[in-house]
C-alpha cells in the first residue's frame, strides 16, 4: 500500500515537472516570436527609405536633364573676312567694302572703302576723266601705319602706266579689276612727305550696289 501511494506520487512529480517545461519553452519560443517582429518591421522600414531615395535620384536626374541650356549657335555670318590688305608685312582682314559715288560718270570708274581690321581704312580710287586717260589711285590709314597715298596714270588709257609723283614708266599699273574683284600691289610714300614708303597689297571685292559715301 505504501509502495503504491511513493509511486503515484513519483508520477504526480514527473508530470508536474514536465508541464513546467514545457511552459518555459513556450514563453521562450513568445519571446523569440516577439524579438523577431520588430527585425521584420526595420527591414520594412530600410525598404521605405531606399524606395524613397531612388525616388529623388530620379528627380534629381530628371531636374538636371531640364537644367541643362540648349546649345547656342555662335553663328559667325557677321564680321566675316571678304578680302585683306597687306602693309607693312602685317595682314589685315577686310570685313566689308563701301562702293562710293565715282567722282566721275564712266562705267568703269571705282570709289571703294574697304574697312579692315585694327581700323585699317584702304581707298582704292580709278577715275577716267578723258576717253585717253586713265587714273588710278591707292591710300591707306590706320592701324599705327600713319597716311600713306599713291597712283598712277595711263595717257593712252591702257599701256603705259607712269607713276602719278615720278613720272617714271611702271611695268604694271598699280591695280587691276577682274569681274567683281581688285587686287593690287603698289609701293606708297607718306603723305607729309616723309620720304618713307610702304608697299600695300590687297585683293577686295566690288560691292553691285553704289552709295552716297
Do not use: K
Not at 47 to 72: F, L, Q, R
Not at 167 to 184: I, K, M, R, T, W
Amino acid at each position: 500500500m505504501l509502495r503504491g501511494l511513493l509511486v503515484l506520487v513519483a508520477l504526480l512529480v514527473f508530470t508536474t515537472a514536465s508541464a513546467c517545461g514545457g511552459d518555459d519553452d513556450d514563453s521562450n519560443g513568445s519571446s523569440a516570436g516577439s524579438g523577431d517582429a520588430p527585425a521584420a518591421s526595420d527591414g520594412g522600414d530600410s525598404n521605405d527609405d531606399t524606395s524613397s531615395g531612388d525616388d529623388e535620384g530620379s528627380d534629381d536626374n530628371a531636374d538636371d536633364s531640364d537644367d541643362d541650356a540648349p546649345p547656342v549657335d555662335s553663328g559667325g555670318g557677321s564680321g566675316s573676312e571678304v578680302g585683306f590688305v597687306m602693309a607693312d608685312g602685317q595682314r589685315f582682314s577686310v570685313s566689308e567694302v563701301r562702293r562710293c559715288e565715282p567722282f566721275f560718270d564712266s562705267e568703269n570708274d571705282l570709289d571703294l572703302q574697304a574697312l579692315a581690321s585694327s581700323g585699317v581704312i584702304l581707298f582704292v580710287v580709278l577715275n577716267s576723266p578723258a576717253a585717253t586717260l586713265v587714273e588710278q589711285e591707292i591710300s591707306i590709314q590706320g592701324g599705327g601705319l600713319g597716311v600713306f597715298g599713291g597712283g598712277a596714270y595711263s595717257l593712252s588709257g591702257g599701256e603705259p602706266w607712269f607713276d602719278a609723283e615720278t613720272d617714271a614708266e611702271l611695268l604694271a599699273p598699280p591695280f587691276s579689276v577682274a569681274g567683281n574683284h581688285v587686287s593690287g600691289l603698289h609701293q606708297l610714300a607718306e603723305a607729309r612727305g616723309s620720304g618713307e614708303t610702304l608697299d600695300v597689297s590687297f585683293e577686295i571685292p566690288i560691292p553691285d550696289e553704289i552709295i552716297d559715301c
